[in-house]
């Protein structure tokens, strides 16, 4: 098994928890959803002496994607978005930014398609599609490592809204249940926002898993 780490930082008003992954023996990383304070996480890999591999986000809400440019400017990494999420990034209303007084788009480098696997971090990551916070949601699947990388679709004891723009009660639902009832109950949750949980723990805690 690879030697990964995974530190979050709390990024941006909302307090988004950007991950970064790490493989400490050859000290390439992965930065998961750099949702704003690109200069905190660029001095985290600095003083870590890490090189990003790539920025991959979970789905294109501003304060998710807010500080994707300039920690592309400060890495050179490429950005990864699952295809169907390309128009919400790139619509500063869909997107909930305008909302909020600003204007973010942002147009990712590489389209990838659900069940694709990503090789990073000499290891294997699959690309989960989980429609229903957003229509291009995706989790990120580490299946060696048991890490799922889940954005907004699952927090403790919770899931993400789906008042927004492409959002869906019933698509998240059909998501919920797939994560729920297909992935080892050992597999440890990083979410968007709040503390990590597990797919076993969410089987019996979450208020739409519970009895799963």
Request: glycine letters at 8%; charged letters at 20%.
């Amino acid at each position: 098994m690879n030697n990964l780490s995974i530190t979050a930082i709390q990024v941006g008003p909302i307090q988004t928890n950007c991950y970064i992954v790490a493989n400490e023996d050859t000290k390439k990383a992965l930065v998961f959803d750099p949702g704003e304070d690109a200069n905190k996480i660029y001095n985290y890999i600095n003083q870590c002496h890490l090189t990003v591999e790539a920025i991959l986000l979970t789905h294109g809400h501003f304060d998710h994607i807010t500080g994707v440019s300039d920690l592309v400017r400060l890495t050179n990494a490429k950005v990864y978005m699952l295809e169907a999420e390309k128009d919400l990034a790139m619509d500063d209303r869909m997107n909930c930014s305008a909302m909020f007084g600003q204007r973010v788009t942002l147009f990712p480098d590489i389209l990838i398609k659900n069940q694709e696997e990503l090789s990073f971090l000499d290891t294997k990551i699959k690309v989960i599609a989980t429609p229903g916070h957003t229509k291009g949601s995706v989790c990120y699947f580490f299946e060696e490592n048991k890490i799922l990388i889940s954005g907004d679709t699952l927090f403790l004891e919770s899931y993400g809204r789906t008042d927004f723009p492409t959002g869906s009660d019933f698509a998240l639902e059909r998501s919920l249940t797939m994560l729920l009832t297909t992935l080892p109950q050992d597999v440890v949750v990083y979410p968007g926002h709040g503390p990590k949980t597990t797919i076993g723990y969410e089987q019996k805690n979450n208020p739409y898993g519970s009895g799963v």
